[in-house]
Each structure stands twice: as C-alpha cells, then as structure tokens.
C-alpha cells in the first residue's frame, strides 16, 4: 500500500470518529425537536478534557492509568486492520480478524480491570455486566467473520470485506443479509448504544460501560472517550463493508461510498436511539442470542 | 431473480426468528403482517417471468395477509383490551434457540429431499419448512388465543411458499381459494377471541381446560 493511502487512512482514523458520535447526538437533537449541539461539539469535549488535569485515587494502581491508553492504542491498532475507502487496509496479513477480535477483547480487558482496580462496587457492577454481554457478543463477531470466511474463502479483513458487485455481491446476497443484521447488533451491543446501554445516562442501575469509568478524570476520560468513538468508527467500517456493493477499485468511489455509508450509519443509529427504549437487562442476553443464531444460520447457508 | 428472491426469503426467515423472540402482541401482528408482505413480493418474483396469474396471487396475498388480516387483529386487540405480554410457556430464548435448531435442520432436510432441479439450491423450501416450524411453535408454546392465531397465520405463510414451488402444476384458483379460507378462518378466529375476552376477561387459553360442567 502506497505511503499516501496509509496517511490518509490514518488520518481518517484520528480525526473522523468524534464526527461520527456528533451526527448521532444531533440527529436525536433533531428527532426530539431541538437544535442540538454543534456537529463538532465532540471536538471541543476532547480538547477541554486533553487540557485538564487528573486526580488519582491513593488506592489506584497503575493498571488504572494504563487502560485509557490501551483502550485507545487497541482501538487504533484494529483501525489499521479495516480497509476503509481503498481496497485494502494498512495492514493486511491471513488471519487478521482474530487478532481484530482479540484486540477488542484486550481493550475490554483492561478497561474491566481498571473498573475493579479502584474498589468501588459501583463499578465492578458494571464491569460484571460488560464480561457478561461480551462473553455473548464476541460469538455472534466470530461467527460472523466465520461467515465471511467461508463465503470468500480468505482469512484477511480486507479480502473478507471486499463484496462489491464483481465479488460476488448478489449471489450471496442473503448471507451478507444475516451477517449484517448479525454484527449491526454486535455493533450496538459493543459500543453500548440503545437498546442495550444508554450512553448518556448515570442512573447505576442502568449503566454498563458509564459505570466502568466514572473514576476516570481529565485526559485519562478523554483517551476513553476518544477510544470509544473509535471504537464506534472501526466496528462501524467493518458493518458497512459486509453489504456495501461498490467497487472500491476506484479511490474516489471507493471514498465517497465509504464515507456516505457511515453517515447513513450514524443518522441510522439516531434514529434507532430516538425510536427505541432500552431494553431490559433480560433481554439483552436473549438479543444478543439472536445475533449469534443469525450469524450461525449464515454460516449454514456458505455450508449448503 | 434467485439472489432477489433468496434475499427475501431470508428476510421471512428473520422475521420468524423476529416473532419467536418479540415479547408484545402489537410487535408480533406487524411481524406478521411484514411477513405476508414479503411473501407476497416472493410469489411475484419466484417464477422468473410475470403471468396475470402469479400478479393475482401476489397482490391478494399482500392485501390480505399484510392489511386486511392485520388490522381484523389489531382490532380485535384494542377490543379485548388485554395485557401487551405474550407469556409464553416456553420462554423467548429457548424457543428462539429451537427456531433456530428447526430452521438449520429444515436446511439440511431440504438437500436430501429430490426437488425439481429449478428449485435445487434455492431457499424456497428451506425456508416454507422453517416457517411452518415457526408457526408450529408458535401455536403450541404461546399462552394468549390471539398469539395462537397468529401461530396459525405464520404456518399458513410457510404452506404459502412450499405451494409456491407447485404454481405450475396447481391451478391458481386453488390458492386463491386458500388466502378465502384463511380470510374466513382468522375473522371466525377473531370473532372468538373477542367472545372469550368478554366472558372470562383473559385470553389464556391454558384456562380452558377448566372450562367444565359441574
């Protein structure tokens, strides 16, 4: 890959994600009949937080200062494993998707420790919560990718994405359907987006990924928040490749459908957490089920 | 034309899995008014080229099941005025989890089957299996007589796409004469439902079965 899409790719990587958590809010904003914040009120969060300082419980440890930094650093390194416009991505080697994976599992990891490290049973509630639905999330990914696998008969992400019309697109169009809604859920499930987690409420009872970082203060909470909406970006990339039929052979193209699908993404998101109420933490694990039975029932029909 | 009609018989598969893990009455009537929309859309589609005939099934198909029948229920619903829950008596994630062991072996049950070769591969009766599946477990597992009826509409729907394989060699007065009776059955159905309401003030149908004369 030429140095100049691996610049670009970058710097969609480190400027775009806060964008995308802004359209979200303003299209509930609109939805709910107000004005909204800015677009780009995002941006001016993170800086007001990057420019503050941190107050450190005596009883933290440094695990508690190295999960922000992880969960962002993980959430980069899995940004460079998604093609984004061009048709492949920085990195590209077979089975990179189980490192993509495993790299949302090692930030999960750390943020739950960090969650326990402070003490507070407030927030090893939340980081029970987060291991339990993720211990459900993380099947329906697998069997998704697996899905992809078998349909393309390749082990990269950036082979496994590439759907477009000359690759297959329509005939395999119903697998592609159940692994989108598949990993769509996954993708809700994942970065605590309604109906499985409120992101803007901090009543206890409710909360999971809020609870796990309440402790977090100044430029530690804004690598956590900028963490999380690259995570929202990545895992986004990687639900609209799965249906996306252009051909990302041409740069322009492949640019303009890419970033026009993760609008249409973001206003969809809106639109769900305007319409939606969250969901009962019951009926989490049974969504989330069905996720996974979606995503097995695609990998039956690459079987048949 | 197949990659079309597979696409939309996986949405019907979805909105099977949809009706099996739904929790409210109102959500599982639109699923299966949805349902019977797609199907109508199938019917169209299914046959490679466009006859006056498979025009009328389709578009009765879509006015009856994706309309008329859901707003005869809908209505029947707001009559009776019961709670929104469905109560299973077999909760949503197993009988999801069924659904969804039915419709994997109804796939593997479809290969071995000696179908004509136009409908070798294609979803078409996989997924009528999986549907009549669906419907089954729905008429068996749920507590309330309007989700049971619904049961009974889903089943027809999966009757629907296997007879879709048949259009050929059956006349299409007989499925015309199928979408009759079905009309006819759920308004006689709706009819009831809105009587039980009325005597007993619950649709429970497990209930019934004290229903005897001293």
Request: with cysteine; glycine share 8%.
């Amino acid at each position: 890959m030429p140095v100049h899409q691996v610049v670009l790719h970058l710097l969609c990587l480190l400027t775009l994600p806060p964008l995308l958590v802004g359209i979200i809010v303003k299209v509930k904003a609109l939805f709910a009949g107000r004005v909204g914040a800015p677009l780009l009120q995002p941006y001016l969060d993170l800086f007001r937080l990057y420019r503050k300082g941190t107050v450190l419980s005596r009883t933290s440890t440094w695990l508690f200062v190295a999960s922000p930094v992880v969960a962002i650093v993980t959430m980069l390194l899995a940004g460079l494993l998604v093609p984004f416009g061009y048709p492949s991505a920085p990195l590209a080697f077979t089975g990179d998707l189980v490192l993509f994976a495993y790299l949302l599992g090692l930030a999960r990891f750390f943020t739950l420790l960090a969650a326990l490290d402070t003490g507070s049973a407030f927030e090893g509630m939340g980081a029970a919560r987060e291991a339990t639905w993720a211990s459900l999330a993380e099947p329906a990914l697998f069997l998704g990718l697996l899905a992809l696998v078998r349909r393309s008969g390749s082990m990269s992400l950036s082979t496994v994405l590439d759907v477009s019309l000359d690759r297959g697109w329509g005939e395999s169009s119903a697998v592609l359907l159940l692994v989108f809604v598949s990993l769509f859920v996954v993708f809700l499930a994942e970065n605590c987006r309604i109906p499985f987690d409120d992101p803007n409420t901090h009543l206890e009872l409710t909360m999971i990924h809020e609870a796990m970082v309440l402790d977090h203060s100044g430029p530690a909470l804004g690598l956590i928040l900028q963490g999380a909406a690259t995570k929202l970006f990545v895992l986004g990339a990687l639900v609209v490749h799965t249906i996306l039929p252009m051909s990302r052979g041409s740069s322009v193209v492949g640019w303009a459908s890419f970033l026009g699908a993760m609008i249409g993404l973001a206003v969809a998101v809106g639109v769900i957490e305007s319409t939606m109420a969250r969901v009962r933490m019951k009926r989490v694990a049974s969504l989330l089920i069905a996720a996974c039975v979606l995503a097995g029932f695609g990998v039956i029909l690459t079987a048949r | 034309m197949t990659a079309l009609v597979d696409s939309l018989l996986i949405l019907v598969l979805l909105l099977n899995f949809f009706s099996l893990g739904t929790t409210r009455v109102k959500a599982l009537i639109n699923g299966s008014a949805a349902q019977g929309v797609v199907i109508g859309f199938v019917a169209l589609f299914s046959q490679g080229e466009l006859t006056v005939e498979t025009a009328v099934v389709a578009v009765s198909a879509v006015t009856l099941k994706g309309i008329v029948i859901p707003r005869l229920l809908l209505r029947a619903l707001r009559d009776v005025r019961i709670r929104q829950n469905i109560e299973p008596f077999i909760d949503y994630v197993p009988s999801l989890l069924m659904g969804a062991v039915g419709s994997g072996l109804a796939i593997l049950f479809a290969n071995t089957l000696p179908l004509a070769p136009e409908h070798e591969g294609a979803l078409l009766v996989p997924t009528s299996l999986s549907t009549v599946l669906t419907g089954f477990l729905l008429l068996t597992t749920r507590r309330k007589a309007i989700s049971q009826v619904i049961g009974y509409l889903v089943l027809e729907n999966g009757v629907f796409i296997l007879g879709l394989t048949l259009v050929g060699a059956m006349p299409f007065l007989v499925e015309l004469g199928v979408l009759l009776d079905l009309l006819v059955g759920i308004f006689v159905m709706g009819i009831m439902v809105n009587h039980i309401g009325r005597e007993f003030s619950s649709l429970d149908t497990s209930r019934l079965a004290q229903l005897k004369e001293e």
